[in-house]
């Protein structure tokens, strides 16, 4: 199973209630995608910058599907370009986990996004182990857990997943654990600094936008 489709599956609880928003899940699964293709050797950041090291497509969808972006942005920073990845990331990722059986669509209502119960019980708790022994520090992380454990953090959903209780911590100090995981793998540790960072600018955009339309509703 990809990095991304784990990371979705972990966020989704029984019932197909994703744990946070869309546009948080789109993003790091986005960066999930960065984890995968770093792992293949498509891709690497160095200096803090994107370097391409075979745009030639793997014939895995969602893979190439990123690459395509990332390619031509090369040298950019992956904050740049991790947003134009997140588009309509979530979506083409439930498609993979309704396509393995691991979840089930149901429709939603009127002004109601779709559920995706979770079929794969089993798995998704075998994942959310293998990052529980990884943040209780009885397992060092791999390359799916850690990027599982960073990329959960990154989008702000590692309390609701786990328990920090269980672990004999304060949710403080889970994320704290939780970041720590990330940045002992550059790719992990990359996707989510380029996560919060694009996070922070669509705060702040949203902030200018509200600014200037409470202006503009003032002065008319």
């Known amino acids: 199973m990809l990095i991304c489709a784990e990371v979705l599956l972990v966020a989704t609880r029984a019932d197909g209630r994703p744990f946070t ?12 995608v960065l984890c ?42 992956p904050a740049r370009v991790l947003p134009a990845v997140a588009k309509g990331q979530t979506d083409r990722t439930y498609d993979r986990l309704v396509a393995d059986g691991a979840v089930r669509r149901e429709k939603g209502g009127f002004l109601q996004p779709p559920r995706h119960p979770v079929l794969d019980v089993a798995g998704r708790a075998r994942l ?29 959903v590692i309390t609701r997943v786990y328990d920090s209780r269980q672990f004999g ?35 702040a955009a949203m902030v200018a936008v509200t600014a200037a339309t409470t202006v503009t509703v003032i002065g008319s």
């Not at 990027?147 to 990154?154: D, G, Y």
């Not at 949710?171 to 919060?196: C, M, N, Q, S």
């Open 21 to 32: 928003d869309k546009s948080r899940l789109d993003l790091a699964l986005a960066g999930a």
């Open 36 to 77: 995968e293709l770093a792992a293949c050797g498509r891709i690497a950041v160095k200096d803090g910058r994107l370097v391409v090291l075979d745009a030639r497509p793997g014939g895995d969808p969602l893979l190439d599907h990123a690459l395509a972006i990332f390619a031509p942005k090369a040298g950019k920073k």
């Open 128 to 156: 959310v182990d293998a990052g529980g022994r990884v943040l209780a520090g009885t397992a060092q992380p791999d390359l799916h857990t850690g990027s599982l454990v960073a990329l959960l953090a990154a989008a702000d």
């Open 169 to 203: 911590v304060s949710g403080r100090e889970l994320k704290k654990r939780a970041k720590a995981v990330g940045e002992r793998d550059w790719a992990a540790g990359a996707a989510a600094a380029a996560i919060r960072s694009a996070q922070e600018a669509a705060s």
